[in-house]
């Protein structure tokens, strides 16, 4: 499965944005997405997951109740929706796939995409 991730840029602390994820190749098996994201000089940040049903999705504790991840599996796109950001969420984006497991958790995401810059000005 190839993924390229897009939709990000520069926007004020409290505004919105809308990450989206197209996969493409071998997308016919059963997929967990997840967004990850990675700051300068920080590690890796787990941000959310959603199943291949979309009726279980996970999210970090640093972005829950402000982001929403949601895919749509006839497009074979994934989507992150960010709301009331924060200069603390400006960090490359990037959208990854496992097989589906049992439970969704953070784990086994061995598929990545290209990131996407997102940037949020205090």
């Known amino acids: 499965v190839q993924l390229q991730a897009s939709g990000g840029g520069l926007v004020q602390a409290g505004g919105s944005l809308r990450l989206s994820c197209a996969a493409s190749?071998?997308?016919?098996?059963?997929?967990?997405m997840a967004w990850f994201r990675q700051a300068p000089g920080k590690e890796r940040e787990f941000v959310a997951a959603?199943?291949?049903?979309?009726?279980?999705?996970y999210y970090g504790a640093s972005v829950s109740g402000r982001f929403t991840i949601a895919r749509d599996n006839i497009k074979n796109t994934v989507y992150l929706q960010m709301n009331s950001l924060k200069p603390e969420d400006t960090a490359v984006y990037h959208c990854?796939?496992?097989?589906?497991?049992?439970?969704?958790?953070?784990?086994?995401?061995?598929?990545w995409g290209q990131g996407t810059q997102v940037t949020v000005s205090s």
């Open positions: 959603i199943s291949p049903s979309t009726r279980v999705q």
């Open positions: 190749g071998r997308t016919s098996g059963n997929y967990d």
């Open positions: 990854a796939a496992r097989r589906m497991a049992v439970p969704l958790t953070p784990a086994g995401f061995n598929n």
